[in-house]
């Protein structure tokens, strides 16, 4: 899977929805565990999570979001021509190229955070490295609302959300109008390990 695009070998129907996870569950806020097992049980959370993507309305998911840390996202989102583009990264590696196009701002939001949305700035165009259900390599490289997603959902597996990147105050008045508590950071959030991008779209990534 050289794209990172659905095989047939996944049956995305197969899946059960799970309860998505909300800020300041401490499986949201420490980073994954690489998977080194790729066997059954990493095909059904693949599609446990796309089941839980699509139930949430969502464009994109971290396998952390329904409680199982470990280094796994989907997609099902649009690329910035409008072509639709679906598919698994295990062990994600992120890389972004700030000199190919100026970094893109624009409101982000995120189900662990419902009802809220922030102005974000990210890298026009992403990509991510890793393998699919079956150890095999994928690369997935993504523009507008893709390269956001792709960001966005590596900095989950991180032990980062969104909200994490915006001043402390903004991100203090989200967390209090979506009704959940905040947390305390010693210091700085250290940016220079995170993609950056952001995209105007009213669908949410979980």
Known sequence: MADGDLGEFMDVSAGTARPVIRYGAAVLHRPCAWVDSFDTGLEALVEDMFASMYAADGVGLAANQIGTSLR???YDCPDASGESRAGHVINPVL???GAVAPPMIGPEACLSVPGQQAEVSRAAVAT???TDVCGR??????TGLLARCLQHETDHLGGIVYVDLLP???????L???GLPGRHRRGGLDRSRLGRQAVGEDRLFP
Request: no cysteine.
């Open 168 to 174: 402390a105050g903004e991100r203090a008045a989200i």
């Open 176 to 178: 209090a109008a979506a």
């Open 72 to 74: 796994v996202f989907v």
């Open 128 to 130: 991510v490295t890793g």
């Open 95 to 97: 890389t972004t190229i």
């Open 137 to 142: 390599p994928v690369t997935v490289t993504g």
